[in-house]
């Protein structure tokens, strides 16, 4: 067989190719052979120049000017092309800075001497170019060839897109296939470094070229990424196989595999790690469905037998096995079910917390389907996720709780209603919404606030030692809000609304500021409604619900500013007044134009903030929120006393079971209207301040809406929820309305001192009762009885349904 080589056109045209598919390299050390051999070849002479110019190597670019075979039409013409001028460098300016990086690299890889040995035979045949833009590039002398570097550098520019790329996610463990001249390596792992509160992924730098790791360490100052305990080093011939095994690892999500620049001479690449993590993602597939095959199988469907069970466990006669899962990159939600754990272990029932190892870890599926095969738990329960959501996770043997804290797009839409697996209860103190808006099935649908947790701010160990920096009259813990007073917030709502939205919200402005002006204002009022009173004034209605929506938040923190500021107004008069002491904790009181000599600072939550409120006579809850706030819930059971702001609301329980019978007995359809013609004679006046409290006055009539009658189906006949009336019988000594009657209570409480600790006492085992986790997790095993026997209340039934039990 004979070999006939391709004539010169062909060759010359072959290698323009390798330019017109952005192989700049392949082009270049082609291109010195082509032209070796051809060096007539005018039209690849001048793609080679305008290569190496491209690439800021202009010594060599104009290199290719010289000798007979380039023209001097061609020369003249070429060097305009050129800009600046490269330099070879020598290796020795970079030694301290290589011989700082070899000392870590030998500790994490155990590699130190075969990377000297590798140097040291390649450190004469490879070229250190600095180009024109001050990057770098290599020449091998003994290929006769520029060796692929990560062109262009990585600029300022680029990192900080890249760090906002990855801020504000958990980000993938990064696999960095290949170090190209290393000048990738650094800003991806400076980029990933706590993207989502601690959240820092692994940065795996795979490179099997001892020559690619040596050329890196001397052009970069590497000792603290070397020593990075989340920088995981694959080097030498091992590197693909330590790459494998750490990419086995369930805690780690698979790697994201990003090239570090083009492959080195006998190097690894980004081929060769996607494959392996192809491979690891079908063996975790294989697995995990293995796996939930097995836990499937040990899961019984009877509902009647699961029922007794939880009935029996909620009376204390038998402990659960309980897994939760939650995650570490949270703020809340992690206390929140740690807490709700301890207290199933406080009952009796044994408990096994999933959450990811480290910082650097992921959640996987695996990790859940190992817990439950180890543990096999008579319940699961997740935070603010369904179910749906972790296909072949959950065997549908198992129940599970949701437990929803917050409005997340994955639950707050009519798929997550009608997804509600079959077991899968769901517990919150928005299921109004779920239920109304989003379809949620209405016997599988709990409400329930934030409990608390009494041994978390308990101090009654405390040495007045500790409490006497916080000893005050009056405290209050609030953080001062951004504007410095009501009309200021308002202007700077306002600068950010075009004049259609201005218009609204200046009318609606107008009559929240009515409301406020009136003595008894509590914040209660209804400003969805206020809201649709001056869409149909103005003639028209929102057709973006978001942008509604956010309105009618404004307003609310304008109400609830108001208040705020009124107590502590109050409170500051009366001090200066009295000669009393008045604490403003929280950040930004201190450049408070009214309020900084009142400002204390900010308190660490925890157990200063508990001998804050054990320490004051009178610690201030005041503005929108609910007397049963988590605020005040901790501050009771760190032994302090409390003065609310007082809500008509709270203190209706007795009116509100009046309404619920009266629309029940008649079988209503929602909505309808109730007046105080249909209120008994001794709650009609509680009925009128009610109205007024909501702003309803001028139509008179309170119109039960279905999420008000779930509300009462949640206190009368779930009974999983309280108003605060009903849980605090002290309720009405201890809340205000406006200046004057809040002057009064601090005028008087902080001189009744045995009252005051009777009060705070008796509150505070109101709470331990009725707010606790100890308290919810016996509601939620009721609950769940009650879900799989079907007895429990069905929330959502409407009043045409039949009577009330």
Known sequence: MSVVAAPESDRACALRGLLARGDVYGFLNAAAQHLRDSPEDGVTREAAVGALAALGLSDAARGLLEGPACTADLR?????????????????????????????????????????????????QLELHQTVDGAWQIYDTLRGCWLPALTPPVSPGQRESLRGEWSGRVIRTIAVAGLGLGGLAGPIVAASQSTFLTSSPLVLLVESSLAAWAVAMHLYGWTALLNDPRVRLCAGDRALAEFEQYIADIDRATPVVISGGPRWPGGSGESECVEKVDAEVARRRGEQQAAFTRVTAGYALDDAALAERFAAAALGETALRVVGITSRFTTVLQYTLRDLLAAFEMLGHRTHLIIEPDDHAHYSPLTSLRAIEEHQPDLFINIDHLRREYPSVLPDGLPSVCWVQDMLPNLMNPAAGAGVHPREFVIGHNACDLLTDFGYPGRRTMNCAIPVNPARFNVDDA????????????????????????????DAARRNMDAGLRAVFDAAYDELSAEMRRPHFTGEIELDLLLTRVERRLGGRFNDLAVRGELVQMLRGVADQHLREQAIRTAAAWAIRSGGTFALYGHGWDRHTEFAPHARGPLTPGRELALAFRAAKVCLHAGCNHSQHQRVLDGLCAGGFFLMQRRESEAATALYESIYRLVAGRRSSLPCDVTIADIPEPLRPRFSALLAALGLTRGGALTVTKKWWITFRALFEARSIHMAGAVWPEYERVVFIGPEELNQRLEHFTQADEERARLAADMRRAVELHCSYAALVRRLLEFVAGGLSGSSTALDEGPEDGPPN
């Open 463 to 490: 040495s007045e030692a500790e409490l006497a920096p916080y000893r005050c009259d009056v405290m209050y813990a609030t953080h001062a809000p951004p504007h410095a007073g009501v009309a200021q917030r308002v």
């Open 76 to 124: 003249e013409r070429l060097l305009s092309r050129i800009a600046g001028s490269s330099r070879r460098v020598s290796w020795s300016r970079f030694d301290a800075t290589f011989q700082a990086n070899v000392e870590p690299f030998g500790l994490r890889t155990g590699l130190r001497d075969e990377l000297l040995s590798t140097w040291r035979a390649v450190r004469r």
